[in-house]
Structure formats: C-alpha cells, structure tokens
C-alpha cells in the first residue's frame, strides 16, 4: 500500500463518521453567512457622483386658473389643481439632493414662498406647501403674465436655480398693442421653461363674491376687453365716436373676448422666446417631466453610498435558504416520526 494513501476524516469518540461531512451543505451555508455578516459590518461607503438640480418652481394663482377644462383622474377640475398635480409629478421624478423653492405668480410679480431646500429631507413640508396653493393667494386681479415671468427669472437669478413657471399664459388686461414689455435680464441665463396649462378652446371664469362664493362666470362687461395705455391703435379713427382728443380709442367701450380664457400657447411661445426659456404643455405628464429634464441644468452632487447591503442581503440569502431547505426536508415522510 502506498505510503502517500488518503487519510480518513475525522471521527468523533464514538467512532460515528467526521465531525464535519464533506457534504453538509448547511454548515457551508451558515459559513457563507457569517462571513458576509462580517463584510457588513466593514463594508466601507463608496463616493458617487448623482445628478441633481435647483428649481425654483412658481404657480400662477391668478383668476383664471380657476377655468374648469383641465382633468384629474378623468374628471372635470381647475387648471391650478392640475398645476398643483404637476407640481406633485415633478418634486416625485426629481433625484434626492435636488433643491426645490416655491414662489406664486399674481398681479405683475412673482413672490417667494421659500428658497430652494433640499428635496428628500423636506419632502413632505413642500408637498403640504404645493397642496395648498390656492386662488384667494392672489392679492389683486391683474395678470401680467409676460412681467410675472420677468420677475421669476430675477429671483431665479439671485438663488442660482432654474425656472419652472406654471401658467395659463392668460394676460388681464390684454397687453397694450399686443406687444410684449422689454425684457432688461439676460435671456438664456437662467434656464427653465414654462409650463402650459389649459384647454386651446376658450372657456367662462368663475366668477366670486368677496366671501369666495361662486356666483357665476365673468361677462363682456366685467373685465376689460383692451388695454388703453399708450398710443391709440391704427384703427382707432375707424371706430364709432372717434375723437383725436376727447376720445382717441373711439367713443364705444371695447369689445372681446377677455372673459373668456383659453391656454395661450402662442404668447407663452413668443415669451419664452424672449427670455431664453423653454416651453412644454403640462399634459401629457410625461412630456412635461421630460421637458424639465432636459430644459433644467444638472448638478452634479457627490454623495457617499453605503455598500453593506449587499453582503448584508447576501447573509440574509443564505440563512433563507438554509431554513427553507431545512423546514421542507424535515416534513418528508421517511423523516416523521413512526408510530
């Protein structure tokens, strides 16, 4: 016999067979877990790099946003709750580490809520902010939409954060010959887009008294169908009762279709066009999210990733399987007891 012949394995005082059989998957299993509990609890934190972004998300609050012609769920609602819903939409697609302030747009100027903060750890204090954007935030009538946006962007400027700017594009009164103001920032500098929202065919606005009743929708009569600042209009020597200086618009009120209101994409285009912006409708949702993707600046944020979930799911693995395997091999029939 060879003097290099294999040893038998180990065997205990009774001579019963090896301590540790070759085969015995369970002590493998419990070895392999133990090792990754080990490698848990030294695993190091690993630095990546996400991409994030700074937003300063603004919300027109203006009477007409009070138009019914927007759909939540398949049902008839406000265009300021479909604002309030997109606005939910984005702060869910946006990447943790993102900054996200909050300002309303109402009158001629936007006015900050709060500044960008950071998404994840305040999510729920901004989310109860969005939800409770409301119409009565409004404190005059007007909507200078075109000078709104303008004031957005200076505060935009000022905290280094994008622009989103949810309106209907809808200016009241109407702009004086239809021209938008001057423009005195950058445009381009500050990156963004404005988000449309609305239906393209005109629709009545709400009308409420001064408790916030709703008593009706605006006539002809109630709102001013043009804006009389300035020159009077090529026209006006047309119109009835002209007079070049008792009356240089003419002698009768104006008429129009001011009390009614429709998402004004045209303007909205014309105005993003002057300020550098982009522009997107707010439905589809998913074409809004990807127009804010790719209309915003990435940020690029360094953050530090724990790894110990992986070996700590790897041990988790391992002690599944092995009272798994364990608890459907012991109700076998050979292995019950016999009576």
């Known amino acids: 016999m060879s003097r290099f012949a294999a040893r038998p394995p180990a065997q205990d005082a009774a001579g019963r067979g090896p301590l540790i059989p ?41 009477g007409s946003m009070n138009v019914r012609d927007a759909f939540l769920d398949g049902r008839p609602a406000t265009r300021l709750a479909a604002a309030r819903q997109g606005a939910r939409e984005l702060l869910a697609a946006l990447p943790c580490r993102s900054r996200v302030g909050l300002g309303i747009f109402t009158e001629r100027r936007t006015f900050l809520l709060f500044e960008p903060a950071e998404l994840c750890g305040n999510f729920a204090a901004i989310e109860g902010a969005i939800d409770s954007l409301d119409w009565r935030m409004a404190w005059e009538g007007d909507s200078y939409v075109a000078r709104g946006v303008h004031s957005g962007l200076a505060i935009a400027t000022d905290l280094d954060a994008d622009l989103v700017f949810m309106t209907d594009g809808h200016e009241a009164p109407p702009l004086a010959g239809g021209a938008l103001p001057p423009f005195d920032g950058e445009p381009g500098k500050v990156a963004g ?5 609305g239906g393209a065919a005109p629709a009545p606005i709400p009308k409420y008294d001064a408790d916030g009743r709703e008593i009706g929708f605006y006539d002809e009569q109630d709102v001013p169908q043009e804006n009389r600042l300035g020159p009077p209009p090529e026209d006006a020597p047309t119109r009835a009762g002209w007079n070049p200086r008792n009356a240089p618009w003419g002698g009768e009120p104006a008429g129009g279709t001011e009390h009614l209101s429709s998402m004004r994409e045209e303007h909205l285009r014309a105005l993003a066009a002057q300020t550098g912006l982009g522009f997107a ?12 993707e790719a209309d915003t600046r990435v940020r690029p944020v360094e953050t530090r990733v724990e790894t110990a979930a992986v070996p700590a799911a790897l041990a988790l693995a391992c002690l599944s399987l092995l009272f798994g395997i364990g608890a459907f091999s012991g109700r076998r029939p050979e292995r019950l007891p016999a009576r």
Do not use: C, K, S
């Open 193 to 197: 887009l404005l988000v449309g929202i």
């Open 281 to 292: 409708p707010l439905d589809p949702p998913a074409g809004f999210l990807a127009a804010v």
């Open 22 to 62: 070759a085969r015995d998957w369970r002590f493998w299993l419990l070895t392999a877990a133990l090792l990754a509990v080990l490698a848990a609890l030294v695993a190091p934190r690993v630095a990546v790099t996400r991409p994030t972004r700074d937003i300063l998300l603004v919300v027109d609050v203006t």
